[in-house]
């Protein structure tokens, strides 16, 4: 019975590259949440999805991030042309409806040189 | 604007000490107020879920009650395995999102 799956669990980018972070829920979940977390920060959020929809994106920035949850597959959060204070941990967390307690993953640590 | 304060920032014990860690809230309309462990590296790791005013959950060493303002979690006679960040999250009526304080680190020594 596998938790909530994240991968890769440590990516190093070089400034203005791509980032694509990926997480998997737990049988069953069919709802996504992703947050980040800055150093000496708390846990942010950024977007909520279910299957092929996005639900809710008010945390996520304006410009260079986007999310998608298809109908196969992983979530996908995806960051253009990354800066340095993209650095941050990416945390995935699912649930089986919207309210409940969440399951996180173990999160994704992005670096960008 | 909904914010969510905890304290103490850091928290040292000797094994067995007791002790409560704080968080307040300022919201408009509760739905839940979660509380989470995350050790070094690791994600956070779902502890209780509390919806109204003077409900308290038990976990082992750990009980965590509600009142309007305020949650505690309570640490009964702590051992070092109990070392951790503790996060505390509230939850609004208006969305979905959890709004996460900074959290507590509670070193707990032998």
């Known amino acids: 019975n596998a938790g909530v799956m994240q991968n890769p669990r440590h990516l190093v980018r070089r400034r203005g590259q791509e980032a694509r972070l990926r997480c998997s829920p737990m049988?069953?979940?069919?709802?996504v949440y992703w947050y980040r977390q800055l150093p000496e920060e708390g846990l942010k959020f950024m977007v909520y999805l279910q299957k092929e929809n996005i639900i809710d994106e008010s945390g996520m920035p304006k410009e260079r991030f986007s999310a998608e949850f298809p109908k196969e597959g992983p979530s996908i959060l995806r960051i253009q042309q990354v800066v340095r204070g993209d650095s941050a941990a990416y945390f995935c967390?699912?649930?089986?409806?919207?309210?409940?307690?969440?399951?996180f993953g173990s999160g994704t640590r992005l670096t960008v040189v | 604007e909904d914010q969510v304060t905890q304290s103490p920032e850091a928290l040292r014990l000797q094994e067995g000490e007791s002790s409560s860690l704080n968080c307040s809230y300022t919201?408009?309309?509760?739905?839940?107020l979660f509380w989470y462990r995350q050790d070094p590296g690791k994600g956070p790791e779902f502890l209780f879920t509390l919806y109204s005013a003077g409900e308290e959950k038990e976990k082992e060493r750990l009980k965590a009650t509600l009142t309007k303002k305020e949650s505690f979690l309570h640490i009964t006679a702590p051992k070092p395995e109990d070392s951790a960040t503790y996060l505390c999250a509230v939850q609004t009526n208006s969305g979905y999102a959890l709004n996460f304080g900074k959290g507590t680190s509670l070193l707990v020594t032998p």
């Open positions: 967390a699912s649930s089986s409806a919207q309210g409940d307690g969440y399951t």
């Open positions: 049988k069953g979940h069919s709802h």
């Open positions: 919201v408009s309309g509760l739905r839940g």
